[in-house]
């Protein structure tokens, strides 16, 4: 090979690499980085990479114990808004203002679960595929140049987590989030510390409308866990961990 | 316009009473079996002795305990063995000794991610490429839950899919992703 067809093949792999990523990934994934698109184009990723290295961290420990292999993508976007979002395929975002309410890595962790286990169970999936775009997604998201059905497929995403899910749906992924947080090592009495934090809100305040709009009501939440057997799991009494707390802090200051 | 103070003093005091009402009646439990108090969170028990159905106040949270008040009696019971249901205030009723008001503060619109901004924004695919550059390095991953001390819980953790939480629907209707991805490696990571 001559230097010169040897700078072109570079060229070539380097100009094809973004298609070539998007071939390898599944209908689920194609669809679910086009969800967290429409997401990110209303608020965009938190400007510190230790905060968000930290949230994947935090991310993948919980997603290791749910025993779904996928690729995982953890963020915290720039928002007031309390919310957080799974998209199929493995993207999770928070907002930097529900980051800001947790008080503890416990916290982020019952989060973050609650999230994984709405991609585990393909929630937001299943009504994607119900509504026919997934199909479109697989055949056209491969495609980088047809722009038009790439943004009909997200606008249709930013539908559903306008409108949210069955109330069955969060109640199982609260359950399934503890059950995986509690498996990573986390104290699963963090979820109801969570929730009692977020029922403060009902009503008073614009930056829990939608996640108030989607979502069954902290109490009903905190409600169905006890009903559960969430306080039958191990718990350790101990004092926290100060380099969990410490680390915690240091996250919560850069967001 | 003259205002009658004693009719407004009256008013005044009748407002404070519903509202000590209120705040009485909806924070009232319910005792879901017989039970007996004890003194402290997994402490000794007392003489106090409910019956199933006994309404209760809850007064305060401390991880799977609650603190009750009952006939002017307190005492500390596992939160399942009351039910939240019943109790329209719910667990915001309760404290948690870690709420405060001073963080819940009213504005006067959000800033992103409300419905009218996911439904009117448009789609960006460059920062979902940051996201993905973004992903951790799962070999650093051991390091990182040693150095907080969170050690695994054990595999058979699992709660019982009670009502309200039927889970059926749409989540029973479960399909594996089609190609695994995000490799597992071992190994020391970075200093956290």
Known sequence: MTGKSGALLFTLLIALAPCAVLAQQTDEEKVGRSAAAQLLGAAKLVDSPAAQKYVNAVGYSVAQSSGANYKWHFGIVASDSINAFAMPGGYILLTSGLAKLLESEDDLAYVLAHEVAHVTRHHHYQVIQRQGLAEQASKNLQAVSKDDEMAKLSLASGQIYARGLDKTAEFESDRLGVEFMAKAGYDPAAALGVLDRLQQFKGQDPRTELLFSTHPSPSERFAALVDSGIDKLPRREAKPDANREKRFKVFHDAI | ?192
């Open chain 2, 1 to 192: 316009m003259q205002v009658d103070r004693a009719l407004l003093g009256r008013l005044r005091s009748c407002l404070a009473a519903a509202i000590l009402l209120c705040a009485a009646v909806c924070s009232a439990q319910v005792v879901r079996e017989d039970l007996i108090l004890l003194d402290k969170p997994d402490g000794k028990p007392m003489d106090i002795k409910l019956k199933g159905g006994t309404p209760v106040k809850a007064l305060k949270r401390q991880g799977f305990w609650v603190e009750l008040e009952a006939g002017g009696k307190n005492g500390w019971a596992k939160i399942s063995t009351i039910n939240y249901s019943t109790g329209s205030g719910g667990p915001s009723a309760i404290d948690t000794g870690r709420l405060g008001t001073g963080n819940i503060v009213s504005t006067s619109a959000a800033r992103g991610l409300s419905a009218k901004d996911l439904l009117q924004g448009k789609a960006n695919f460059d920062e979902v490429e940051k996201l993905e550059k973004l992903s951790f390095d799962l070999a650093a991953l051991p390091a990182f839950r040693t150095a907080g001390g969170v050690q695994p819980g054990g595999a058979n953790i699992a709660l019982s899919a009670a009502k309200p939480a039927s889970a059926g629907k749409p989540g029973a209707e479960t399909q594996k992703p089609s190609q695994p991805a995000g490799e597992k490696k071992k190994g020391e990571g970075d200093d956290w």
